[in-house]
């Protein structure tokens, strides 16, 4: 079950690094706009200078063990995936409430399982 719920993680996290990358070469599936401007382009950009270390780094750090550490940055994920949801509820954006939904999900569980 361990092994499991630590390979959803690097799943889940694998795929918001992804998603960050994804935007950086078009910034329009973040903002779902038909002109793109340049402060869109500087909020992609800041995102994925953030998202792309953040997401590999929660899903690698469940394979070297476990303990406080560990379970707080996966915790600290977890919220971030949480504020993702209560912004894309505000646009009324689905995929993104699931795919947030799910990498919160991963991250909490995976958390509480390696403690």
């Given at each position: ?27 329009a599936t973040l903002s ?39 379970m707080s ?43």
């Open positions: 079950m361990t092994t499991t719920i630590v390979w959803f993680n690097l799943i889940a996290s694998l795929a918001s690094a992804a998603w960050a990358a994804v935007t950086l070469f078009r910034p779902n706009s038909r002109q793109v401007t340049a402060g869109e382009e500087f909020y992609v950009r800041m995102y994925a200078a953030r998202a792309l270390p953040f997401g590999l780094a929660i899903g690698a750090l469940p394979f070297w063990g476990g303990g406080v550490a560990v940055i996966l915790i600290a994920a977890a919220f971030v995936q949480i504020a993702d949801i209560f912004i894309a509820v505000q646009r009324k954006n689905l995929r993104m409430i699931g795919g947030a939904a799910a990498g919160a999900i991963a991250h909490l569980a995976c958390a509480f399982v390696l403690y």
